[in-house]
């Protein structure tokens, strides 16, 4: 029998406890350069295989180089949610116009509800209406290549309960004019699956979109078995480009030599400024233009019960806490750059949650324009006093893109309520990055709305949680703040039959030694006309190590919840 690996019989098919060839360059005892070992499949997969994953697939693509709509048709089931991203501009004669979504075959706008909570100008705008509006964005009279980012998330939108979407977007309808914020729209009557979702202006068809939009579906898949599915093989992942960590020592956080061939750009990690204050303003930088004063940004932001709305000449894209803030205080960061190689001028979209003081939360979004249209390819993150005011934390980038079979979220429990009680995610492996929590939530208690409580490991005492709101209902907006973990307002039993909230939530560096806090996201419709969107940043005094989460009601155990919840681990 020949020793030759090219000699030996082809094999299509292997188990789990077969043998592959392997060199282990740790090993110098055959040879310098490493020596021959054997691996189990399974082990080869890093365990991986029977494992499932959460793997997010490009569905469609659709670019507007003439203005028209964006109709995505021939949704195919099979998938947990739809995520719809990019940049979008209109033709009408304005700074800005109204994005519509709509599913199926119903156009009527009568037949839809939306709440919105935007910043513009300095001010908020918590307005609600019979309408089926998901975004603002830029328009023609916006300046020259000024493309508004848009983030829609629909969830289960194949299953038989009403159908929503929310959304997250940041537009630049003129100089010295940024436009952030978040909005729900409901299909009140609609239950039946999404196969096709429109995206339009407020006045089709005499007002047109340009731009790119992406629709993508995210699934749960078993690892070694993915290119078997008849989608394909090709997913959507985050690509680690680089990971830059002044946990020592404060400094800024230089991200330099970004190749092009991403469709986006994402930073994350946590943030604490040097400065004798209990916050600091955290900006980014293109290239080299370290000018403020070519930037102009928007946030909206809930701190005390308050709001925050700011607007002005700065290129910050988020906050976080500073030298006065409770130590091990860290502010969750998250920016999204789209279309960072392109010709349209560069933004971003930031988040802002963190524990400023005992008893002071601040949670909200942040939207960023410079005059840049070159492509990307460094960015800086400081203080906006750098350099005598630094700061310390771990970011990392990522580059979004289409790869062949590589899942970047792993499923490591669902649980699915059809009879009400709690949701206890147990025994949580370390070895992520971060947890995410999704899914849809219902409360069985009599009211059209409940509160939705996350508790860590064996903490169950509200007194030593802290949480921020800023949510939007009814037209009106509010920006509670409590000692409780308060992480979503969700649908209950006198809401809209079949209405479930979208949640998802966020816990950056679990298993590390900073203080614990999550940041949420939801939309819930309540009743006829009356919808509830926001977002609530959630701290606590834990620093051990995350292994247990609870997703309870705020009067358990005499209101419980239905729905399910997925969660993720994420690489």
Do not use: W
Not at 137 to 149: D, E, F, G, I, L
Not at 521 to 541: A, C, I, K, M
């Amino acid at each position: 029998m020949s020793d030759k690996l090219t000699d030996l019989p082809a094999a299509t098919t292997a188990t789990d406890d077969d043998l592959v060839y392997m060199v282990d360059v740790s090993d110098a005892t055959d040879d310098p350069a490493g020596s021959s070992k054997v691996i189990t499949k399974n082990d080869f997969l890093g365990g991986g295989a029977g494992t499932t994953m959460t793997v997010k697939k490009k569905l469609q693509t659709i670019t507007n180089t003439t203005a028209g709509e964006f109709d995505f048709d021939n949704i195919p089931a099979g998938y947990d949610r739809l995520i719809i991203e990019g940049q979008v501009r209109g033709d009408a004669s304005v700074g800005s116009e109204d994005l519509h979504i709509y599913f199926n075959e119903e156009l009527t706008d009568a037949n839809y509800h939306s709440q919105q909570n935007i910043g513009s100008n300095g001010a908020n705008s918590s307005t609600e209406a019979n309408v089926p509006k998901i975004a603002v964005v830029t328009a023609a009279s916006a300046p020259a290549n000024a493309y508004a980012t848009v983030r829609v998330v629909m969830e289960n939108f194949a299953g038989a309960y009403i159908k929503s979407a929310i959304s997250n977007f940041t537009a630049y309808p003129g100089v010295d004019q940024q436009k952030v914020g978040e909005i729900v729209a409901t299909a009140e009557s609609m239950t039946a699956a999404i196969t096709r979702i429109r995206i339009r202006t407020d006045n089709h068809s005499t007002d047109q979109l340009l731009g790119v939009l992406h629709l993508y579906a995210e699934k749960e898949v078993v690892v070694g078995s993915y290119s078997q599915d008849a989608a394909g093989t090709t997913v959507q992942a985050k690509v680690p480009l680089a990971v830059i960590d002044n946990t020592a020592a404060a400094g800024e956080f230089d991200f330099d030599n970004i190749p092009a061939g991403y469709d986006r750009l994402i930073i994350e990690g946590e943030l604490r400024g040097d400065v004798s204050a209990d916050v600091e303003n955290v900006n980014a930088y293109f290239n080299a233009d370290v000018t403020d004063a070519n930037y102009h940004r928007q946030n909206i932001v809930g701190s005390n019960g308050v709001a925050n709305v700011v607007e002005g000449a700065t290129p910050q894209v988020s906050i976080c806490p500073g030298d006065t803030s409770p130590a091990n205080a860290y502010g969750l960061f998250h920016m999204v750059v789209e279309d960072y190689a392109g010709i349209n001028l560069k933004h971003a979209l930031g988040d802002v949650m963190l524990l400023r003081s005992a008893g002071n939360m601040f949670a909200g979004s942040v939207g960023m324009m410079s005059s840049i249209t070159a492509a990307i390819t460094r960015l800086r993150i400081r203080t906006d006093n750098h350099a005598t005011d630094q700061l310390f934390g771990k970011l990392r980038l990522y580059g979004e893109k289409q790869i062949v079979i590589a899942p970047g979220k792993h499923e490591i429990e669902t649980i699915t309520n059809a009879t009400a009680g709690e949701f206890d995610f147990n025994n949580i492996p370390s070895g992520y990055k971060r947890l995410i929590i999704q899914g849809e939530l219902r409360s069985d208690a009599a009211v059209d709305n409940d509160n939705a409580y996350i508790y860590f490991n064996e903490e169950l005492t509200d007194a030593n949680y802290h949480s921020q709101g800023i949510l939007a209902t009814n037209g009106g907006s509010s920006f509670p703040e409590s000692s409780t973990p308060r992480l979503a307002d969700i649908s209950a039993a006198s809401s809209l039959s079949d209405a479930f909230a979208q949640v998802a939530a966020t816990i950056e560096n679990y298993a590390g030694s900073n203080r614990k806090i999550a940041l949420a996201e939801y939309g819930s419709p309540r009743t006829t006309d009356n919808l509830r969107v926001g977002q609530f940043f959630v701290s606590s005094g834990i620093t051990a190590a995350i292994t247990r989460l609870r997703i309870r009601t705020d009067n358990h155990a005499t209101d419980q919840l239905f729905g399910t919840l997925t969660l993720y681990g994420e690489m």
